[in-house]
């Protein structure tokens, strides 16, 4: 079955940097676009950044353009967020996620705590 887990959370200083992982298992990973989405308490689950399944074209949020990079390993059936800069506001649980024959599959989520 599909699996997606995600890694890397925890606590960081503002300013500083986090890289977050997604283990994929049970499809064809390299032939679906994958996308990370974070949801902070009490707000709604937001797109940040989605990458196509070639890993040739990305698209981010605002408000994490120029911060944050999403990447993806065809080989090793993972995908990367990488962050830097990193403010309060960015604290949140962060998923990853991909669309197969029209459902959704989500991970179960890493926190990302942003705070001095």
């Known amino acids: 079955q599909v699996q997606l887990v995600e890694s890397g959370g925890g606590l960081v200083q503002p300013g500083g940097s986090l890289g977050l992982s997604c283990a994929a298992s049970?499809?064809?990973?390299?032939?679906?676009?994958m996308y990370w989405y974070r949801q902070a308490p009490g707000k709604e689950r937001e797109l940040v950044a989605s990458?196509?399944?070639?890993?040739?074209?990305?698209n981010y949020a605002d408000a994490v353009k120029g911060r944050f990079t999403i990447s993806r390993d065809n080989v090793k059936n993972m995908l990367y967020l990488q962050m830097n800069t990193l403010k309060p506001e960015d604290t949140a649980v962060y998923y990853c996620?991909?669309?197969?024959?029209?459902?959704?599959?989500w991970g179960q989520g890493t926190q990302v705590t942003v705070s001095s």
């Open positions: 049970g499809f064809t990973f390299r032939i679906y676009d």
């Open positions: 996620k991909t669309i197969i024959r029209l459902t959704n599959y």
């Open positions: 990458i196509a399944y070639t890993g040739s074209r990305s």
